[in-house]
């Protein structure tokens, strides 16, 4: 069985940092690209980050490149979000989710999510 557990999330100042860690099993983790997902309260998914199998390719959304980095340590099973300079509109529910194949594929497992709030 597929399970994702993502923690790591709180409360954080403006300017603030955060690193996320999704914890995977039930799957062969180094063979997946996973994703990072958020959802603010009252909004949308939004994807927020990417990396390949082996993390020899990285992709990020406009509004955290240069700010957040993704990696994923596969001798841990684990995927990791650092988040630095947060800013209000960060505040979301964030959540790791495995591709179904390659990068370009959809997701397929989704974990319950960490709740990020950033607030002064």
């Known amino acids: 069985e597929v399970q994702l557990v993502e923690s790591g999330g709180g409360l954080v100042q403006p300017g603030g940092s955060l690193r996320l860690s999704c914890a995977a099993s039930?799957?062969?983790?180094?063979?997946?690209?996973m994703s990072w997902v958020r959802q603010a309260p009252g909004k949308g998914l939004e994807w927020v980050s990417a990396i390949g199998s082996r993390a020899d390719i990285t992709s990020y959304a406009d509004s955290t490149k240069g700010r957040f980095t993704i990696s994923r340590d596969n001798a841990k099973n684990t995927l990791y979000l650092q988040m630095n300079s947060l800013k209000p509109e960060d505040t979301a529910a964030y959540y790791c989710?495995?591709?179904?194949?390659?990068?370009?594929?959809?997701?397929?497992?989704w974990g319950l999510g960490t709740q990020v709030t950033v607030s002064s």
């Open positions: 989710a495995k591709h179904s194949g390659t990068l370009a594929t959809s997701t397929d497992y």
């Open positions: 039930g799957f062969t983790f180094s063979s997946y690209p």
